[in-house]
């Protein structure tokens, strides 16, 4: 039997408080979301649209939603009224469909810009020469219901810790290469999304500031 609050009130000690937890509750019914929500635990985070849609309305109006995982331009609409962050913004497509969906009922969303940092060709993410071109353009300066707040990656999955860590150094290289160009009198742009349940000790060390934990909290899926 898995310990939900125990492994959260485990992870909070362990992890800097400077260093956000998003609890990731994908696949996992809303009855143990509540049960973290109970540790005090209210960022949680989910791959797919339906799967938030299905849950939030069982759980309290509180809870900070996190977008996490590949999102299709037609479901933007869906999570602008609510969501918290979209961490997983991969393309310039994608970010300038949030912001004219946001635009439409006057909010600014908070976003993560995803790079693809790992040899798997699976992962999504911009290219750091895309983000230039996209950063440089005039389009992207007139999106203004859009928060652009830091970066995020996934690492390699293998059991290979230093190329996990040369993937999280890259990623770190990356932000602050934006923060100098593009970024910064933008004092929200201070956010370095890396790290899950297998990594996230590295991705600390190497100076993550959200790590997304999902089965050292609520089991394997």
């Known amino acids: 039997m898995v310990d939900i609050a125990e492994n959260i009130n485990s992870l909070k000690q362990k992890i800097p408080s400077s260093v956000k937890l998003v609890a990731v509750s994908k696949t996992k019914p809303a009855s143990n979301i509540i049960i973290a929500y109970n540790t005090g635990q209210r960022r949680f985070g989910e791959n797919r649209v339906q799967e938030i849609l299905n849950k939030k309305d069982l759980l309290p109006s509180d809870i900070e939603w996190h977008l996490i995982g590949h999102l299709q331009s037609n479901k933007v609409k869906f999570i602008v009224p609510f969501i918290s962050m979209i961490q997983s913004v991969d393309s310039f497509k994608l970010l300038k469909t949030i912001n004219s969906e946001a635009l439409k009922i006057n909010r600014e969303i908070d976003c993560l810009l995803q790079i693809h940092i790992a040899e798997e060709e699976t992962k999504f993410g911009f290219s750091m020469k895309e983000l230039d071109?996209?950063?440089?353009?005039?389009?992207?300066?007139?999106?203004?219901?859009?928060?652009?707040?830091?970066?995020?990656?996934?690492?390699?999955?293998?059991?290979?810790?230093?190329?996990?860590?040369?993937?999280?150094?890259?990623?770190?290289?990356?932000?602050?290469?934006?923060?100098?160009?593009?970024?910064?009198?933008?004092?929200?742009?201070?956010?370095?999304?890396?790290?899950?349940?297998?990594?996230?000790?590295?991705?600390?060390?190497?100076?993550?500031?959200?790590?997304?934990?999902?089965s050292l909290i609520f089991g394997e899926r």
């Open 133 to 214: 071109e996209m950063a440089d353009s005039p389009e992207f300066a007139n999106l203004k219901n859009v928060r652009i707040c830091g970066v995020m990656g996934m690492a390699t999955f293998t059991d290979n810790t230093d190329q996990v860590r040369k993937e999280f150094n890259y990623l770190v290289k990356c932000f602050n290469s934006l923060k100098n160009r593009y970024f910064t009198d933008v004092p929200e742009f201070m956010e370095i999304s890396m790290g899950m349940s297998g990594d996230y000790n590295i991705a600390i060390r190497e100076g993550s500031t959200i790590v997304r934990i999902g």
